[in-house]
């Protein structure tokens, strides 16, 4: 049984700083392409950012390019989520999740990912 767990939110001023992170439980860490998802008050869940199973390759949403960066620890299991510059409209729950994959690839459909995390609140205030 995957289990991933967030930790690292809180509550942070406009232009502020948080990283989160996502320890993964698992032995295979480094077979799981991962990303990161929010989910706002009234609104549905939506993509962040993605990481392929090496580190190699990233992908982030148009609204936290520039921002945000994804990377990841293998040999810690660990997945991080830096997030620079906050603004009020990043407030939100953020889930990390994962999938088994073959290739180095990643994945911005939900979908597509079998384990997620319970989550983790940030709220960024103006």
């Known amino acids: 049984q995957v289990q991933l767990v967030e930790s690292g939110g809180g509550l942070v001023q406009a232009g502020g700083s948080l990283r989160l992170s996502c320890a993964a439980s698992?032995?295979?860490?480094?077979?799981?392409?991962m990303g990161w998802f929010r989910q706002a008050p009234g609104k549905e869940r939506e993509f962040v950012s993605a990481i392929s199973r090496s580190g190699g390759n990233t992908f982030y949403a148009e609204s936290v390019k520039g921002r945000f960066t994804i990377s990841r620890d293998n040999p810690k299991n660990t997945l991080y989520l830096q997030m620079n510059s906050l603004k009020p409209e990043d407030t939100a729950v953020y889930y990390c999740?994962?999938?088994?994959?073959?290739?180095?690839?990643?994945?911005?459909?939900?979908?597509?990912?079998?384990?997620w995390g319970p989550g983790t609140q940030v709220t960024v205030s103006s």
């Open positions: 698992v032995r295979t860490f480094s077979l799981y392409a």
């Open positions: 999740a994962g999938y088994v994959t073959l290739v180095d690839n990643y994945s911005s459909d939900p979908r597509k990912y079998d384990y």
